[in-house]
């Protein structure tokens, strides 16, 4: 899938081409093929099974891994990194098919597919001519997924430095020559420090490469303008931050093979417990391999609790670059999110940082060494402003990421147009712009315990909601329980101070806001307050004395469900609803202040 999402990357470089027809095929050489079928149908090019498509005779190939065998496609080969470069080492690929014999150190970030890795690098150089393949004297670039296992002895090549063992992916002749010869006619890398590390351990492949930037970084730079509408589309509000954890698929990734030292397990519940619901947004960006190898609904259900707490899981292969502008910290591993995240300038928190499946020469193998360390003792808010507040962004990620920013476009267009052997369209090359994703609306069931503080120089409530019942709160106050009717833990309703519900204003379900909070209030006679949430700025409330009011909030401002909560704390404290009327509500979460009008309804 990763490998999929790199060449949707480049697919809009050959549109408006009359004189190109694109064709689509599938070496079968991965263990996570699931949702590929469905995201090459979705692009509406034929897909050729992969017999078929070594018969067919094209004239450019392009891949962005390195499974199968590439070295049987007739035409042009070009490669592509699906990752952010080439950083991790792996085992001998098995023979006939160059996947990776483990999948232990094969991982690599939504932009790293299932035995291969990130970004290669190198100059252009004419290849020897071999199945149709090189023409003398020219450039080749290569794009592709790595051919069939060369672990019959090689043909003779130049004598090179001893190379660390395991061999770097995609830079290691293991996975760059079949006897001997290089794959790929052009191999794209991003920078020219891939290139040093090529001509080391494999100086057979260095003719071979291309150095055309990053298509999926300049993706992101180029939707940088757009952060705030990102933002509101992941449902983070005004006085929010939006805190992405993500992780690879590596055993010793954050997210892990299940075992007791596995970071993320543990950190979600705290994540969701700790941290102010209405202060930050948590979302997960996972590694397309975690969701095709467990199953999405797997997935869901390890994730329930936190996902019933709020938490956003992003589409791993449409909408992770979003996320990434969108957060204003990132929790993750060695993967290449973490390594773009902090390209962008974004604060990282390594959750864990294994260094035995990096090139210690390798950009990420510094940027491990150099991130900020999570810290599982430490509480959640206090690390969090710490790192927030001490940012430094490290130089080497945005410095390593791409020698030719915002450029790649008009690299890779003129490098296959190049091998195609065919002019090269006058128009300017462009990608495609990054999607605006799906409003996610936070709509957690978790019941909240909330803590609240009237005070009155000036006067203001303020309020923490934290979405684990069993969750103390600290700080000073009152404490009390707001459980939204449709939660999983329908016992929690006969405790709760506040009862909440969401829908629309004319469901006829529920009759209207007014019937159902005097049903809910009824049900319920220890309950002070129910909340009918109408709209992302509105909720119709009845108290306990029978009074209907309408609390409006500002555009982008507080929950309702907060308002409610606060209006609650209002009441308890001995004020009344006419100041509250008059003067409406100041409420305080975190360093933000908000405004709340309140109406009495008839």
């Known amino acids: 899938?990763?490998?999929?999402?790199?060449?949707?990357?480049?697919?809009?470089?050959?549109?408006?081409?009359?004189?190109?027809?694109?064709?689509?095929?599938?070496?079968?050489?991965?263990?996570?093929?699931?949702?590929?079928?469905?995201?090459?149908?979705?692009?509406?090019?034929?897909?050729?099974?992969?017999?078929?498509?070594l018969e067919t005779k094209v004239d450019l190939a392009i891949t962005a891994s390195l499974g199968g065998q590439l070295h049987r496609i007739?035409?042009?080969?070009?490669?592509?990194?699906?990752?952010?470069?080439?950083?991790?080492?792996?085992?001998?690929?098995?023979?006939?098919?160059?996947t990776p014999e483990s999948p232990l150190t094969s991982d690599?970030?939504?932009?790293?597919?299932?035995?291969?890795?990130?970004?290669?690098?190198?100059?252009?150089?004419?290849?020897?001519?071999?199945?149709?393949?090189?023409?003398?004297?020219?450039?080749?670039?290569?794009?592709?997924?790595?051919?069939?296992?060369?672990?019959?002895?090689?043909?003779?090549?130049?004598?090179?430095?001893?190379?660390?063992?395991?061999?770097?992916?995609?830079?290691?002749?293991?996975?760059?020559?079949?006897?001997?010869i290089p794959i790929a006619d052009a191999m794209v890398l991003s920078h020219p420090e891939q290139l040093d590390r090529l001509r080391t351990a494999c100086p057979e492949a260095v003719a071979t490469a291309v150095l055309a930037g990053d298509p999926c970084f300049d993706r992101m730079l180029a939707a940088r303008p757009y952060r705030e509408r990102f933002r509101k589309a992941f449902g983070v509000r005004r006085g929010q931050r939006l805190v992405v954890l993500n992780s690879t698929w590596n055993p010793e990734?954050?997210?892990?093979?299940?075992?007791?030292?596995?970071?993320?397990?543990?950190?979600?519940?705290?994540?969701?417990?700790?941290?102010?619901?209405?202060?930050?947004?948590?979302?997960?960006?996972?590694?397309?391999?975690?969701?095709?190898?467990?199953?999405?609904?797997?997935?869901?259900?390890?994730?329930?609790?936190?996902?019933?707490?709020?938490?956003?899981?992003?589409?791993?292969?449409?909408?992770?670059?979003?996320?990434l502008l969108a957060a204003d910290a990132v929790i993750g591993d060695h993967g290449s999110v973490s390594y773009y995240a902090a390209a962008l300038g974004i604060p990282v928190l390594l959750g864990t940082t294994p260094s035995a499946g990096l090139d210690p020469l390798s950009p990420v193998a510094q940027f491990v060494d150099q991130a900020p360390q999570f810290d599982p003792h430490a509480p959640l808010a206090d690390h969090l402003d710490g790192l927030i507040a001490n940012h430094r962004p490290l130089p080497g990620p945005a410095r390593l990421t791409t020698s030719a920013p915002g450029t790649s476009a008009a690299l890779l267009r003129s490098l296959f147009y190049r091998l195609l052997n065919t002019p090269e369209p006058q128009r300017p090359a462009l990608l495609e712009p990054l999607r605006l994703p799906p409003h996610q609306h936070p709509s957690p069931t978790a019941p909240l315990k909330v803590l609240t503080r009237v005070t009155t120089n000036p006067y203001a409530i303020h309020l923490a909601r934290h979405s684990d019942p069993w969750y103390e709160p600290l700080g000073e106050g009152d404490v009390h329980l707001a459980v939204p009717e449709d939660t999983r833990d329908p016992g929690q309703l006969a405790l709760a101070d506040v009862l909440l519900r969401e829908g629309a204003a004319e469901d006829p379900r529920f009759g209207?806001?007014?019937?159902?909070?005097?049903?809910?209030?009824?049900?319920?006679?220890?309950?002070?307050?129910?909340?009918?949430?109408?709209?992302?700025?509105?909720?119709?409330?009845?108290?306990?004395?029978?009074?209907?009011?309408?609390?409006?909030?500002?555009?982008?401002?507080?929950?309702?469900?907060?308002?409610?909560?606060?209006?609650?704390?209002?009441?308890?404290?001995?004020?009344?609803?006419?100041?509250?009327?008059?003067?409406?509500?100041?409420?305080?979460?975190?360093?933000?202040?908000?405004?709340?009008?309140v109406t009495v309804m008839p």
Request: aromatic share 6%; charged share 20%.
């Open 1 to 53: 899938m990763t490998s999929a999402t790199r060449l949707l990357d480049v697919l809009p470089l050959f549109h408006d081409d009359f004189g190109i027809q694109l064709l689509a095929t599938c070496t079968g050489s991965s263990a996570f093929e699931g949702g590929v079928a469905a995201l090459l149908a979705e692009t509406g090019v034929p897909v050729l099974p992969w017999e078929q498509a």
């Open 74 to 98: 007739s035409g042009q080969l070009t490669l592509l990194s699906h990752g952010v470069g080439y950083n991790k080492t792996l085992a001998t690929p098995d023979a006939g098919r160059r």
């Open 108 to 180: 690599s970030p939504p932009d790293a597919g299932p035995g291969t890795d990130p970004d290669p690098d190198a100059g252009p150089r004419a290849v020897p001519h071999r199945h149709g393949r090189g023409r003398a004297a020219e450039s080749a670039l290569s794009l592709g997924q790595a051919a069939e296992s060369a672990l019959a002895a090689p043909a003779p090549a130049p004598p090179r430095a001893p190379l660390a063992a395991p061999p770097v992916f995609g830079l290691s002749p293991d996975w760059l020559l079949h006897d001997g």
């Open 253 to 323: 990734s954050l997210f892990g093979d299940g075992g007791g030292a596995d970071v993320f397990p543990p950190l979600l519940p705290r994540l969701t417990a700790e941290l102010p619901a209405d202060e930050y947004r948590v979302a997960a960006v996972l590694h397309p391999n975690i969701w095709q190898g467990h199953g999405p609904g797997q997935i869901r259900a390890w994730l329930d609790r936190a996902l019933r707490a709020g938490l956003v899981l992003v589409d791993p292969l449409h909408d992770w670059r979003q996320a």
């Open 512 to 597: 209207s806001p007014e019937q159902w909070t005097a049903e809910v209030l009824a049900r319920h006679p220890y309950s002070s307050l129910a909340a009918y949430v109408t709209g992302p700025r509105t909720c119709t409330v009845r108290t306990r004395t029978g009074r209907l009011l309408r609390l409006t909030g500002e555009p982008d401002g507080l929950a309702p469900g907060a308002s409610a909560s606060a209006l609650h704390a209002w009441l308890a404290a001995g004020r009344t609803i006419d100041r509250a009327t008059k003067e409406g509500l100041t409420i305080r979460t975190g360093s933000t202040t908000h405004h709340v009008t």
